[in-house]
Structures are given as structure tokens and as C-alpha cells.
Nanobody, 126 residues
Framework: QVQLVESGGGLVQAGGSLRLSCAAS????????MGWFRQAPGKEREFVGA????????YYSDSVKGRFTISRDNAKNTVYLQMNSLKPEDTAVYYC???????????????????WGQGTQVTVSS
């Protein structure tokens, strides 16, 4: 069982930056890949990016590639989402999620994720 808690959301002006954190419970954190998703008002939840458990490979959606960076600190059981050059369309509730242990499938597939955090609100003003 993995419990995930996001933090770091808030209100920021367009062009600004925020760093979200996702703290995970459990002693096997280093064996879990982690994903970030977001859901804007009136829209479906969408994939933002992910980081693998093995070599820390990262994957991003086209809409955030080059602006967002995912990293992890296994000693702190934490994954980060650094968001730069934020746009109003990045406004959403952001969720971190974990698939099964040692997952190596399609990172953008939401149905593959077993554990979800409660989400943190990010609002980008124009």
C-alpha cells in the first residue's frame, strides 16, 4: 500500500514557476515509478508526466514538454514537479499517482495507476 500526499500548489502569475511535491509512504518507494496528472475545470484528467523507478527516465505530455521537469529523491520518498513558464491553461488540480511495483508499461495510461494523492490546486493568472 502506498499513500501519496501532494503539496506546493497555489496562485501564480503567467510566466511564473511552482514546484509541486508528492510525498509517499512506504519503504519500497524507490521501486515505484510515479506519474503526475491534472484536471482542469470541466475537463477530463490528463497525463502530465512520469518518472520511472529504474533509471529515473522521464516522460512528458507535449503540452508541458520543455517547461515542466519531474525528479525524485528516493532518500526523502518524494517526487517533484517543477513547473516553469506557467500559462493560464496550466490551471488545474494536480495529482501524483503510482502504478504497481516496478511498472514498465505505458506511463500515460491512467488505468495503470493504483494509488492516487488527493490533489493540489494550481491557478495561473493572466
Amino acid at each position: 500500500q502506498v499513500q501519496l500526499v501532494e503539496s506546493g500548489g497555489g496562485l501564480v502569475q503567467a510566466g511564473g514557476s511552482l514546484r509541486l511535491s508528492c510525498a509517499a509512504s512506504g519503504r519500497t518507494f524507490s521501486s515505484y515509478g510515479m506519474g503526475w496528472f491534472r484536471q482542469a475545470p470541466g475537463k477530463e484528467r490528463e497525463f502530465v508526466g512520469a518518472i520511472s523507478w529504474s533509471y529515473g527516465n522521464t516522460y512528458y505530455s507535449d503540452s508541458v514538454k520543455g517547461r515542466f521537469t519531474i525528479s525524485r529523491d528516493n532518500a526523502k520518498n518524494t517526487v517533484y514537479l517543477q513547473m516553469n513558464s506557467l500559462k493560464p491553461e496550466d490551471t488545474a488540480v494536480y495529482y501524483c499517482a503510482a502504478p504497481q511495483l516496478r511498472y514498465s508499461g505505458v506511463w500515460s495510461e491512467q488505468s495503470e495507476y493504483r494509488y492516487w494523492g488527493q490533489g493540489t490546486q494550481v491557478t495561473v493568472s493572466s
